[in-house]
């Protein structure tokens, strides 16, 4: 299996909903990713969790909050999101960093709309 | 922190022809050059990558060169077919951080 999960893959929310975003890899990745990416812009990180601890915060704002539960899975907490958070939400993972073991693989991203 | 700038922002070649992708970066830590290639409504996916110890390296129709002295590193694509034509993007970086170019849309004309 080398595939990156992502549910839900579209979500519509309005300003006032918590939602979440949810992501699931089985290929033993010890480090996961969130990425934002607008229409026709390239990713960009947000978090980047290693051996399930919060490594990378890009200065995100806190209405977005990461979790890891475990090593496959991560998750994405949404509340009080503004419409310019509108964009394709993109999970990934790599085996560690990348500098040692190479690719990034990405899921196929949830694209949420905030109304 | 690690900017990325790639050129063209838009590229038609004819099916056949050859087709390069530039980036330069700023960073001089940065260690690893991945391509990632994403169609409409797809996930990137990774088509080549290099890493600062090598000079060139080679797959198939994809090829990059990296020249750490000057900061740049380039995507060539020879033969090109019309299953090519997608977003590319380049990226620098090291362990856990990518910095992204902004995209360079790549149309085969059949």
């Known amino acids: 299996d080398t595939e990156v999960t992502q549910t839900p893959k579209h979500l519509v929310m309005g300003m006032t909903n918590k939602k979440s975003l949810k992501c699931e890899q089985h290929m033993g990745h010890r480090a996961m990713y969130w990425y934002k990416q607008k229409a026709k812009k390239p990713p960009e990180l947000m978090f980047v969790y290693s051996y399930e601890k919060l490594s990378i915060n890009e200065s995100v704002p806190s209405r977005f909050s990461p979790e890891c539960p475990n090593s496959s899975l991560l998750n994405l907490h949404l509340h009080a999101l503004q419409p310019e958070d509108s964009a394709l939400y993109l999970c990934?993972?790599?085996?560690?960093?990348?500098?040692?073991?190479?690719?990034?693989?990405f899921g196929e991203g949830s694209r949420l709309t905030v109304l | 922190g690690e900017n990325v700038e790639q050129h063209p922002s838009t590229l038609s070649v004819q099916e056949g022809d050859s087709a390069v992708i530039k980036c330069t970066y700023s960073?001089?830590?940065?260690?690893?050059f991945p391509w990632y290639k994403q169609e409409l409504g797809k996930r990137p996916q990774l088509i080549i990558d290099i890493r600062s110890n090598v000079g060139e390296k080679k797959d198939q129709r994809i090829a990059v060169t990296l020249n750490k002295t000057a900061k740049h590193f380039s995507l060539h694509i020879t033969e090109t077919q019309p299953e090519d034509s997608a977003v590319y993007f380049c990226?620098?970086?090291?362990?856990?951080?990518?910095?992204f170019g902004a995209g360079t849309t790549v149309t085969v004309r059949a």
């Open positions: 990934a993972s790599s085996q560690e960093g990348q500098q040692n073991t190479g690719e990034l693989f």
């Open positions: 990226a620098a970086g090291n362990d856990y951080k990518l910095s």
């Open positions: 960073d001089s830590a940065s260690n690893y």
